[in-house]
Structure formats: C-alpha cells, structure tokens
C-alpha cells in the first residue's frame, strides 16, 4: 500500500491568513495526487486533482503543488467557509489510498 | 446534473451482510468508474473498491474477502455488499464518480450511515 502522510493534523488560523497543508507518499505516486474538503456531515469535496489541477467551480484562492512523494495545498487568504477537514489521495495506485486529515480550524 | 443517492438499511446486526445501492442520475453509468468510500464516525476516509460498467472490478486488499460490487446498467445503479460484518464496520458509506480522466473522486453521494448492532 502506499501511505499518504499529512501535516499537521490540525491547525488554528483566521480568516485572511495563508494557510498551508502538507501530504507525503511513502513512494513516488508522479502527480496523481488529489485534495479534498469535507465539512461535517457532509461528503467530502474535490478540490484539486494530478496535484495541482483546479477542479471546476472552486476559488482560486485553492491551489496544489508538488509531484514525486511531496505535495502541498495552499490557501491563499482563507475565509470564514474554508474551516474544515482537508484529506489528499493518491490514485498512482489502483489502491486508493487518503491521507489522516488535515482540520483547519478557528483561532 | 450528476447526481448520486445512496439508499441503505440503516441497521445490520453482526455477521449479517450489509447492502447499500448508489442510484445515479445526470449521467450513463457506462461513462466512469465508480467507486464505494467508508468513513467510520470520527474517523478518515477509506477505500473500499471500484467498479467499472463492463462489470470490472478492483478491491482494497484489507477487505476483499468480504465484499461485492456489482452495477446494473438497466437502472443506472451500482450496488456494495460486505459480508460477516462486526461493530467495526459501522460507517457513513459513500458512492463517487471516478473518471478516468481526472482520476479523481469528482462527484459524490451524501453518503448513508450503517450501524452494525445487535
């Protein structure tokens, strides 16, 4: 299997700050690295795919980087609706795999 | 608009085989792979499998012994089953897209709770 790390598993911040996520793969998975936001209750929600693809319909202030075994999801300036739980997967394997989450929560 | 709707039974008592059907609407079922996701209460996200229209199939080795994915082009559904199930399958048991070429879970279901309990 191959296993997705994320860091940190939690975080506070304000809305207006940069917020930055970061998701390691325990082997190179190229750019087949996806991001998602869940809110609770709710099904999670794409965000991002091949690392650094916006998926239709999401703000800009999202954005993805990295390829190999690092990757990273920034928030530019973050707003009051982006609190929630980030989880990135990879799909270089035909075993999906995600990462433990990443919860963004208010300082 | 691509729309998913899982329909399950809510309750499983253990060793019992859990059921749950994801109706799609908005799109052919023969365009994508589709894929099953479990979230136990609290917890992350896991893969369960996928399922292509041909009728392919592809499992997370942890729990392949235990589970079926099946579609029904007919009706545009794709159904799971997980059989001898224990406490430790109590989820939110979600169905998403999968196209092939994005890669990625691009459209989800609202997912549906199934407790496993005597």
């Known amino acids: 299997d191959i296993q997705m790390t994320q860091s940190p598993s939690s975080l506070s911040a304000s809305v207006g700050d940069r917020v930055t996520i970061t998701c390691r793969a325990s082997?190179?998975?190229?750019?087949?690295l996806n991001w998602y936001q869940q809110k609770p209750g709710k099904a999670p929600k794409l965000l991002i795919y091949a690392a650094s693809s916006l998926q239709s319909g999401v703000p800009s202030r999202f954005s993805g980087s990295g390829s190999g075994t690092d990757f990273t999801l920034t928030i530019s300036s973050l707003e009051p609706e982006d609190f929630a739980t980030y989880y990135c997967q990879q799909s270089y394997s035909t075993l999906r795999t995600f990462g433990q989450g990443t919860k963004v929560e208010s300082k | 608009q691509v729309q998913l709707q899982e329909s399950g039974p809510g309750l499983v008592k253990p060793s019992e085989t859990l059921s749950v059907t994801c109706t799609v609407s908005?799109?052919?079922?023969?365009?994508?792979?589709w894929s099953w996701i479990r979230q136990p209460p609290g917890k992350g996200l896991e893969w369960i499998g996928y399922i292509y229209y041909s009728g392919s199939t592809n499992y997370n080795p942890s729990l392949k012994s235990r589970v079926t994915i099946s579609v029904d082009t007919s009706k545009n559904q794709v159904s799971l089953k997980l059989s001898s199930v224990t406490a430790a399958d109590t989820a939110v048991y979600y169905c998403?897209?999968?196209?092939?070429?994005?890669?990625?879970?691009?459209?989800w279901g609202q997912g549906t709770l199934v407790t496993v309990s005597s």
């Open positions: 908005g799109d052919s079922i023969s365009d994508s792979f």
């Open positions: 082997q190179t998975i190229t750019n087949y």
């Open positions: 998403a897209r999968d196209p092939e070429s994005i890669d990625a879970f691009d459209i």
